[in-house]
């Protein structure tokens, strides 16, 4: 049997051992810990400039996708403007009067190549009665981009070359404020600014809701001439669809 002596220095020594673990057990997590935070900080440099590229990539891209860099404007008597991207998507659409806005809300041409979009409201059933009933159309092209610019121009030509009534035309850029600012299209504000020259009273107001060939008949009253229509634009041998 264990003297008093003994039993209170063992107790004692358990004491100690039990200290003893703990700082032990104390130096292990410490160390642990310290290790797990120095990998978390070593990754944590790895993820943000994974992190920067991808949204330099994200923000990037959708800059250049919706960045526009050129412009259709269809005008009959519906005037609209599709605005096109760098990859000849259409990025918006825009009517100029009443009819522009039912043309635009029977058709949904947003984020389609623009020949797909142009083809769809050449086939719209109120253009092609219009066409029929001998109204003009004219299509102006408008772009910073000239080599953009003259592929889309010429294209749409080589697609509409079978009608006698539809014009195509290259708009200058500086032209596109002043056309926005007085409420019209491109196409509508290059005969309006011809008719203004001859009645400067006529207001853009006063033509925003007439068709192309009632613009055009009012030209050659104010001319006093009996005025030919525009020259068409040249014949190409190669008929078809905006394809």
Aim: hydrophobic share 35%; charged share 30%; net charge negative.
């Amino acid at each position: 049997m264990m003297s008093m002596n003994e039993q209170l220095k063992e107790a004692f020594g358990q004491i100690r051992a039990e200290d003893q673990l703990k700082k032990k057990t104390k130096e292990f997590l410490s160390q642990k810990t310290s290790s797990v935070s120095r990998k978390q900080k070593i990754n944590y440099r790895q993820v943000v400039p994974v992190c920067l590229c991808i949204l330099v990539f994200v923000f990037g891209g959708h800059w250049l996708y919706f960045e526009p860099t050129a412009e259709i404007s269809i005008d009959i008597n519906p005037s609209v403007e599709l605005e096109l991207n760098r990859f000849n998507r259409v990025i918006s659409v825009e009517s100029y009067n009443r009819d522009g806005e039912e043309l635009l809300e029977s058709l949904d041409v947003k984020f389609l190549n623009y020949s797909e979009a142009v083809e769809r409201i050449m086939k719209q059933e109120k253009i092609v009665s219009l066409l029929a009933s001998d109204e003009i159309m004219t299509v102006s092209v408008v772009g910073d981009d000239q080599i953009q610019s003259k592929e889309i121009l010429n294209h749409i030509k080589g697609c509409t070359n079978k009608s006698e009534n539809i014009y195509c035309y290259y708009v200058k850029s500086e032209e596109v404020e002043n056309a926005h600012e007085a409420g019209l299209s491109c196409g509508k504000y290059k005969v309006f600014l011809e008719i203004q020259e001859l009645d400067p009273r006529i207001t853009a107001k006063e033509v925003k809701n007439m068709s192309m060939k009632e613009m055009r008949d009012l030209l050659k009253e104010l001319s006093g001439t009996d005025q030919e229509k525009p020259e068409p634009h040249e014949k190409r041998k190669r008929h078809g669809r905006c394809r």
